[in-house]
């Protein structure tokens, strides 16, 4: 986790990127920011930082040698030599537009920050972060002339919106340094270019990074395989998604066969699962893990992946919230129609 409560910042520049395939350009600042109100500098740290919450963490990767990564190369010669900020801020400028190669790409602000005293798992490190604003707003500004009120308007940044962030933390340097990301703006082929191209990073299969996966595989399993493959009722599907929140929640510790055992029991959809595990794996370039540790953070915020709906043609959307044998489905003859039967206690 993340702790800012004392970071300093310590050096900033600001370049406008323009996008390549519009032939935009790169327009360089000519030297550092010079910040003397100290209420600009806690607004900045605000934006750069408060986004950057999760547990989610990434490293620089290559090919064929950490060193050729761009980004991670740059990054070493600030945290080795601060005098050389500026200049690998211009490096990291034309490395960021020569890679602003889709079309739908937008010409924004590139902020290059180095900090201070950022505390990260208990570690109190540097950390070098490299921010792209986008998107513009527009704001209302009210003041007074002579004795009237008048309203103007004015187009800036929120604040409270970083499009595009990457913090790159001064530990585990030989693994590829540690890193954290922020995307907000794209979600979709061209958003790639910041992550995969620009910073070219891969994630740390850490056990928030394994929890949140496992919880993605089984809502894709309920989804994709129970119902469609095994011809398994909504019932039993919605009753596989509680009994997965019953096992990680009541354990401290993944273990596949175990798992199985107590979620699935059922061999032959044991081995569908397994299947669609080696699948989802290969997908995804997992490395194939069948014991990690349960993280309680991913839980906390996978939370979505444990809310059960059937939904029953356009009509009704029952919401399970608990046990699922509280529900019988059957099928009505007089009526030609199927329905579910729900067992309580009381209404609340």
Same mark, same amino acid.
Not at 20 to 28: A, H, I
Not at 83 to 102: G, P
Not at 325 to 328: G, P
Not at 335 to 339: A, D, V, Y
């Given at each position: 986790?993340?702790?800012f409560?004392?970071?300093?910042?310590?050096?900033?520049?600001?370049?406008?990127?323009?996008n390549?395939?519009?032939?935009?350009?790169?327009?360089?600042s000519?030297?550092?920011?010079n *910040?003397? @109100?100290? &209420?600009?500098?806690?607004?900045?740290?605000? =934006?750069?930082?408060?986004? +950057?919450? !999760?547990?989610?963490?990434?490293s620089f990767?290559h090919?064929?040698?950490?060193?050729?990564n761009?980004v991670?190369n740059?990054?070493?010669?600030?945290?080795?030599?601060p005098?050389?900020?500026?200049?690998?801020?211009?490096?990291?400028?034309?490395?960021?537009?020569?890679?602003?190669?889709?079309p739908?790409?937008?010409?924004?602000?590139?902020?290059?920050?180095?900090?201070?005293d950022?505390t990260?798992?208990?570690e109190?490190?540097d950390?070098i972060?490299?921010?792209?604003?986008?998107?513009?707003?527009?704001?209302?500004?009210?003041?007074?002339?002579?004795?009237?009120?008048?309203?103007?308007?004015?187009?800036?940044?929120?604040?409270k919106?970083?499009?595009?962030?990457?913090?790159?933390?001064?530990?585990e340097?030989?693994?590829?340094?540690?890193?954290? *990301?922020i @995307?907000? &703006?794209?979600?979709?082929?061209e958003?790639? =270019?910041?992550?995969?191209? +620009?910073? !070219?990073?891969t994630p740390?299969?850490?056990?928030?990074?394994?929890?949140n996966?496992?919880?993605?595989?089984?809502?894709?399993?309920?989804?994709?395989?129970?119902?469609?493959?095994?011809?398994?009722?909504?019932?039993?599907?919605?009753s596989?998604?509680?009994?997965?929140?019953?096992?990680l929640?009541?354990?401290?510790?993944?273990d596949?066969?175990?798992?199985?055992?107590?979620?699935?029991?059922?061999?032959?959809?044991?081995?569908?699962?397994?299947?669609y595990?080696?699948?989802?794996?290969?997908?995804?370039?997992?490395?194939?893990?069948?014991?990690?540790?349960?993280?309680?953070?991913?839980?906390?915020k996978?939370?979505?992946?444990?809310?059960?709906?059937?939904k029953?043609?356009?009509?009704f959307?029952?919401?399970?919230?608990?046990?699922p044998?509280? *529900?019988?489905t059957?099928?009505?003859?007089l009526?030609?129609?199927?329905?579910y039967?729900?067992? +309580?206690?009381?209404?609340?």
């Open positions: 986790m993340f702790d409560s004392d970071v300093s910042l310590n050096q900033i520049v600001v370049h406008n990127i323009g390549r395939t519009e032939e935009e350009g790169v327009k360089l000519k030297g550092e920011m *910040i003397t @109100d100290a &209420t600009v500098e806690d607004i900045l740290k605000q =934006y750069f930082l408060s986004t +950057f919450k !999760n547990d989610y963490f990434y990767s090919e064929s040698d950490i060193q050729l761009e991670y740059f990054a070493r010669q600030i945290f080795d030599d005098a050389n900020f500026y200049q690998q801020s211009v490096n990291l400028a034309y490395h960021l537009y020569n890679k602003s190669n889709h739908k790409i937008k010409t924004g602000e590139f902020y290059i920050v180095r900090f201070s950022i990260i798992d208990d109190l490190v950390g972060g490299l921010f792209k604003s986008e998107t513009k707003d527009t704001y209302l500004r009210v003041y007074q002339k002579n004795e009237n009120f008048e309203v103007d308007y004015e187009s800036g940044i929120n604040i919106k970083l499009d595009k962030g990457c913090l790159i933390f001064n530990t340097r030989d693994l590829g340094y540690k890193v954290s *990301i @995307d907000s &703006t794209n979600r979709s082929s958003a790639l =270019y910041w992550r995969d191209e +620009f910073l !070219n990073i740390r299969e850490n056990e928030f990074y394994q929890t996966q496992l919880l993605d595989m089984c809502k894709g399993f309920s989804e994709q395989v129970l119902t469609t493959q095994n011809n398994v009722e909504k019932q039993e599907q919605v596989f998604i509680k009994r997965t929140e019953e096992y929640t009541k354990h401290d510790d993944f596949n066969e175990e798992f199985k055992q107590m979620v699935i029991g059922d061999e032959q959809i044991s081995q569908a699962f397994d299947e595990k080696q699948e989802f794996e290969l997908k995804r370039e997992l490395s194939p893990v069948d014991h990690f540790e349960i993280s309680e953070n991913a839980l906390k996978g939370k979505k992946y444990f809310r059960s709906i059937i029953l043609d356009k009509n959307h029952i919401y399970v919230h608990a046990n044998d509280f *529900i019988e059957g099928y009505d003859n009526k030609g129609l199927r329905f039967k729900l067992f +309580f206690h009381e209404e609340s």
